[in-house]
T-cell receptor, first 116, second 110 residues
Framework: GAVVSQHPSWVICKSGTSVKIECRSL??????MFWYRQFPKQSLMLMAT?????????EQGVEKDKFLINHASLTLSTLTVTSAHPEDSSFYIC????????????FGQGTRLTVV | QKEVEQDPGPLSVPEGAIVSLNCTYS??????FMWYRQYSRKGPELLMY????GNKEDGRFTAQVDKSSKYISLFIRDSQPSDSATYLC??????????FGTGTSLTVIP
């Protein structure tokens, strides 16, 4: 199956600092990528839809100035958590939709962010 | 009302049992139905996807979609301890946005 690489797998940062998470589609092009947040024992909550070359579309309640998304190429999207706070600690997962098979999206392995 | 409802479990079965996982949904416009498996601290892995109604089989896994009842199922035959994971159903109108269930935690006991 298609491979999506997400990096880093886990990160610990201090309050007030920024953290960048990368999502790469390794063997396919992805015009559209999705960023999710997952709390323990809960489902994935869509944060934003990222489209290559244009501004991301954020879901209601998600602060676009806090969660900066850049989708500069067909294989890379980044999520930057700015001025992180402990309540931002969570599991962040990206998925990339294969341009050839738009009904299938493949997930990265997730990033566990802990803000201390 | 949530778009997609899924019983979170947990579900515990003996090795070799047939497992039935289900989701219901409220919007009849959903066209694409997916099942993902997620191991602890990992991203979800696509297991099966079905377009519209009907059944789809892949090895020990069978996905069923009943659009008239707005109900989808995933059956796992001859369950193995390695099947222990959280199973998420997901649905989409056009493939542009996915709506996920909360996931069902499954444990297969050796």
């Amino acid at each position: 199956g298609a491979v999506v690489s997400q990096h880093p797998s886990w990160v610990i940062c201090k309050s007030g600092t920024s953290v960048k998470i990368e999502c790469r589609s390794l063997d396919f092009q992805a015009t559209t990528m999705f960023w999710y947040r997952q709390f323990p024992k809960q489902s994935l909550m869509l944060m934003a839809t990222s489209n290559e070359g244009s501004k991301a579309t954020y879901e209601q309640g998600v602060e676009k100035d806090k969660f900066l998304i850049n989708h500069a190429s067909l294989t890379l999207s980044t999520l930057t958590v700015t001025s992180a706070h402990p309540e931002d600690s969570s599991f962040y997962i990206c998925s990339a939709r294969d341009d050839r098979v738009v009904t299938e999206a493949f997930f990265g392995q997730g990033t566990r962010l802990t803000v201390v | 009302q949530k778009e997609v409802e899924q019983d979170p479990g947990p579900l515990s079965v003996p090795e070799g049992a047939i497992v039935s996982l289900n989701c219901t949904y409220s919007n009849s416009a959903f066209q694409y139905f997916m099942w993902y498996r997620q191991y602890s601290r990992k991203g979800p892995e696509l297991l099966m996807y079905t377009y519209s109604s009907g059944n789809k089989e892949d090895g020990r896994f069978t996905a069923q979609v009943d659009k008239s009842s707005k109900y989808i199922s995933l059956f796992i035959r001859d369950s193995q301890p390695s099947d222990s994971a959280t199973y998420l159903c997901a649905m989409s109108f056009t493939g542009n946005q996915f709506y996920f269930g909360t996931g069902t935690s499954l444990t297969v006991i050796p």
